[in-house]
């Protein structure tokens, strides 16, 4: 049987130990998002989808874009301080028809209610009814700055002018505790506003919660 100089067996041992110790921060890192635990949480974070963005390369969406929205909830997610979030908990449950009809009025669509409950809302530790119970009434509680209530004409603001009408709008509410999404690097997607979970008073955001739009003025479709 054909053996390995004692040098080579050593040089093979210690590329592996090199090949493990490079993986184990891959590994962690595609974990860091994968906490499974119902419940398991610090805070919320509210997206506030801009609908007329959206209904420009969806128009097939008539559940949605048919009826001229703003902003509508995009999701009420779980989130950590740390910057990761649990997503996709094991349940059994699954909103009933009712609870579809009633959050409807809110989040305009049926395949987006579903996605957002076995998503993020089964990680909550809520049943379905009370998570969009509770998703109705942090959407109802932040107001939406005048120039951003279904506008006729697109709003002239920058990302900073849109944090501070959003701020000056909901007293307690500051620069910390918002971020402004973007496509394309100008044209408004969303607004993330962070809540605590047990009050839904607004907080300031852990990590990787922040603006992803350019300077300047934001490309803000007019509602039709």
């Known amino acids: 049987m054909k053996r390995f100089p004692a040098r080579r067996r050593l040089l093979c041992l210690l590329f592996a130990l090199f090949a493990l110790a ?16 119902r419940g ?18 969806h128009l097939d969406d008539t559940e949605q874009c048919s009826k001229g929205y703003g902003f ?5 997610w779980p989130q950590n301080r740390n910057g990761s979030w649990p997503s996709r908990c ?14 409807l009025a809110f989040m305009p669509s049926r ?3 579903r996605h957002e409950w076995s998503t993020h809302g089964a990680c909550s530790g809520l049943d379905p009814r009370a998570y969009f119970e509770l998703a109705d009434r942090a959407f109802a509680a932040v107001a939406v700055p ?3 209530r279904t506008p006729q004409r697109p ?23 918002l971020s402004v999404q973007c496509r394309n690097g100008g044209e408004l997607s969303e607004v993330r506003i962070c809540l605590d979970r047990d009050s839904l008073a607004p907080q300031a955001c852990g990590g990787r919660v922040r ?14």
């Open 40 to 57: 398991d949480f610090d805070y919320y974070l509210m997206a506030l989808s801009w609908s007329p963005s959206y209904c420009l390369t």
């Open 90 to 103: 094991d349940s059994r449950a699954e909103p009933d028809d009712a609870t579809i009809d009633r959050t």
């Open 146 to 148: 005048p120039p951003l």
């Open 111 to 113: 395949g987006l209610i």
């Open 211 to 224: 603006n992803t739009c350019r300077s300047g003025p934001l490309r803000i479709t007019a509602a039709r």
């Open 155 to 177: 709003p002239q603001l920058s990302a900073d002018g849109l944090v501070a009408a959003f701020a000056a709008a909901n007293p307690g509410m500051n620069a910390s505790m």
């Open 72 to 76: 509508v909830l995009h999701g009420l």
């Open 22 to 37: 490079g993986a184990a921060p891959m590994f962690a890192r595609s974990h860091a998002h994968a906490s499974h635990a």
